[in-house]
Each structure stands twice: as structure tokens, then as C-alpha cells.
């Protein structure tokens, strides 16, 4: 047989894991720990897979610092399902049922539109010409009778990341961070509901992470499907029904992973080395690579880029790509939504993995730029 072809995945999600991950769950997928079934066929129900999920929660736990007052849950339904999870689990919070939303790019943008089926939403600035940066909260017009203040910490698509944490005083603070999750210390105090997508920078498809602060259970509407009833998985320890266990297994390998490689604090040094190297090519090209993201709101984690102009020389955008593919780098097309490039700097991406890019992008330039 060949050898597998040495391949770069700079895709937004589901994302690169990292290779012992992969190597451990190749291990362990026939036999799990000597059981003789794999953990595709475990039930959900036995002290085995209690274990897994149990491992993988107290491992959060540590990792994240959370306060005991707060649940850690898993549920289906992606980030998307957390878009009407959290209107219809915190909306009863008050009786004006109003919510507050900082829309910052596409994701946040299709998580208020979600809640204006259970909600009176608020949008705390005008509507953004674009999605370049996070508009100075200052100016941000936050509605006291609303339930919670909703924004997304890592905007996915445009690139927009938060660099502070919105101070919103006693009001109920619900963030995603789906696409920036463990890449930096976070004080989980501050929040009301933090949700995540594992299938970025914690695992697989299928799971999502939430976590909930105990005191805003029991407010869920009748509406609520209870497969996404926040109080209903936290009494029941995330197996009111069954999870998706696959994911719940591959994250608990990843949170491992990310303990043993220094934890949040290790991966918000090395999100900030692998995105100057690509923000510092940018910077110094002269216009030929072009962001169009505000210094302060650039992501780490997600980095998009036009080449030749802000609006990108489409021929020149497909010939990178091309020759990035040659090179064994996939996934850096940028959104369909907003075209060019984009560069995800996962967990498990490596230092090498963003050297082998940066090395293309200073050849490409110094072939086309004229
Ligand atoms: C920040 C963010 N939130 C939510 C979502 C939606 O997640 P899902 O596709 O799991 O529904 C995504 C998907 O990429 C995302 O990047």
C-alpha cells in the first residue's frame, strides 16, 4: 500500500484533530479497552460509556476552570440548534421577552434571526455595512428588561473575533464560541450560557458543549423540545436520550490532548504565534494580500484574506488555491458568502502546518506581484 499522502486541512470545521487522536481512536476502535465490542456499538446506558462521558466533562471542568454552580451539558443539534436552544430555554428569564443581540458576521447574524421566533430581539448597534469589526461597546444600546445579551466570540466566516469580554453588568451573558472554544482562557463567571460546537477545536461533528449556570434552569418554554431543555439534560446528566457517543468519545480524546499539550494557556500562545505568521505576510505585502478586518478584531483562528485587491482578483484567488491543492493544502477557499481565502488556525493545526502555508503564500507573491 502507498503511504498516506502528508495533507494540510486549513478547513473551518469539521476541522484537522489531532494525529494521536486519530491513532488512538484507530487503536481503540475494534476493541475499547479490552471490552471486545468498539465504542460505536457500546450502549449509552453502561458504566463503560458513563466513564467516557464523565471523563469528558471533568476534563472541561479542569481545563476551562468552571465554577461549581455551573452544568456542563452535551446535546445534538449543532451550534444552529443552540441558535433556538437559547431563546427558548432563557427567554422566560423575564416577562418582556426581549433579547439583546451583538450581530457581528454571519453566525450571529443567523442566531438572532432564529430567536425572532420565540423573542422580541433586540439589535444592540445598527446593522453593519460589513462585517469587519466589533463595534465599540460604548455605543452599544442594551435593552434592561431583556432576558440575556447574546453574541458569538469568534465569527467563523468573516473573521471577527472578540478581544474582550462584553461587560453587561448583572444582565445574563449567553456567548458561541463554536469556532474560538479552548483557545484561550476564559472566565466562565462572567457568563450566563457559553455553548460550543465540538467540531472545531474539540472534536468531531455531532456534539455540542454548554455550559449553563444553575440558577437559569426552569425557564424553559413548553415550546422547548426536550432533547434541547437544558434543565431536562443537566438532571439527567446529558443522557436523557441518547448522545452522540462517537463525538462525546473523540472530544474526551481532544480535551486529553489538550491538557498534556499546556491547556487553554498553551493554545492561546500557539493561536497567536500560527496567526501573526499569516496577519505578518498580509501586513507586509504592499496590498497584494488584502484583510479587510479591523487590527484589533482579527481572528486567530480564523483568518480571511483577498489577493490583489479588498475585492480580490478572482483569477489570481483560484490560481493560489489551485497551487495550495498542489502542495497537499485543502480547505482554503474562503465562505461562498465572502469569497477570497480563509486560513482556520485550529488547536490542532501545528507551527509546520502554518510555515508550509505561509511558505506559498510568500512564493505566490513574489511570482504575481507586480
Ligand atoms: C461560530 C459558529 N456558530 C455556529 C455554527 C453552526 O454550527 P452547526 O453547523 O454545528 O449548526 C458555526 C458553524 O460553522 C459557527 O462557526
Not at 479552548?182 to 455550559?211: C, E, H, M, Y
Amino acid at each position: 500500500m502507498d503511504a498516506q499522502k502528508h495533507v494540510t486541512n486549513f478547513g473551518a470545521g469539521p476541522a484537522k484533530l489531532p494525529h494521536s487522536v486519530l491513532l488512538e481512536a484507530q487503536k481503540e476502535l475494534l476493541d475499547y479497552k479490552g471490552l471486545g465490542i468498539s465504542v460505536l456499538e457500546m450502549s449509552h446506558r453502561t458504566s463503560d460509556f458513563s466513564k467516557i462521558i464523565r471523563t469528558a466533562e471533568n476534563l472541561l471542568r479542569e481545563l476551562l476552570n468552571i465554577p461549581d454552580n455551573y452544568k456542563v451539558i452535551f446535546l445534538q443539534g449543532g451550534g444552529s440548534g443552540q441558535f433556538s436552544a437559547v431563546p427558548l430555554n432563557l427567554i422566560g428569564l423575564k416577562e418582556a421577552r426581549i433579547a439583546d443581540y451583538v450581530v457581528t458576521g454571519g453566525w450571529s447574524a443567523k442566531a438572532a434571526k432564529e430567536a425572532e421566533k420565540y423573542a422580541k430581539v433586540n439589535l444592540v448597534h445598527p446593522k453593519l455595512s460589513s462585517y469587519t469589526k466589533v463595534p465599540d461597546p460604548s455605543a452599544w444600546n442594551l435593552n434592561p428588561d431583556a432576558s440575556y445579551v447574546y453574541y458569538c466570540a469568534n465569527e467563523t466566516v468573516h473573521g471577527v473575533e472578540f478581544d474582550f469580554v462584553p461587560d453587561v453588568g448583572k444582565a445574563v451573558l449567553v456567548c458561541d464560541m463554536s469556532s474560538n472554544f479552548l483557545s484561550r482562557p476564559v472566565d466562565v463567571s462572567k457568563f450566563g450560557v457559553i455553548f460550543a460546537g465540538a467540531q472545531k477545536n474539540i472534536g468531531t461533528a455531532g456534539v455540542t458543549a454548554v455550559i449553563v449556570r444553575e440558577d437559569l434552569l426552569g425557564f424553559t418554554l413548553k415550546e422547548c423540545p426536550i432533547a434541547l431543555d437544558y434543565k431536562t439534560q443537566s438532571e439527567n446528566a446529558s443522557l436523557y436520550n441518547t448522545p452522540p457517543c462517537f463525538s462525546v468519545y473523540i472530544m474526551g480524546l481532544v480535551l486529553e490532548w489538550i491538557k498534556n499539550n499546556g491547556g487553554v494557556v498553551a493554545m492561546d500562545k500557539l493561536s497567536q504565534t500560527k496567526s501573526q505568521m499569516i496577519y505578518d505576510i498580509i501586513d507586509n505585502s504592499n496590498g497584494f494580500y488584502v484583510c479587510p478586518v479591523e487590527r484589533k478584531n482579527r481572528s486567530r483562528m480564523n483568518v480571511p484574506f483577498r489577493i490583489g485587491s479588498i475585492k480580490g482578483d478572482e483569477a489570481l484567488e483560484k490560481k493560489f488555491l489551485d497551487k495550495a491543492v498542489e502542495y497537499n493544502m485543502i480547505s482554503l477557499k474562503g465562505h461562498r458568502s465572502v469569497g477570497g481565502i480563509r486560513a482556520s488556525l485550529y488547536n490542532a493545526l501545528t507551527i509546520e502546518d502554518v510555515q508550509k502555508l505561509s511558505a506559498h503564500m510568500k512564493s505566490f507573491m513574489e511570482m504575481h506581484q507586480s
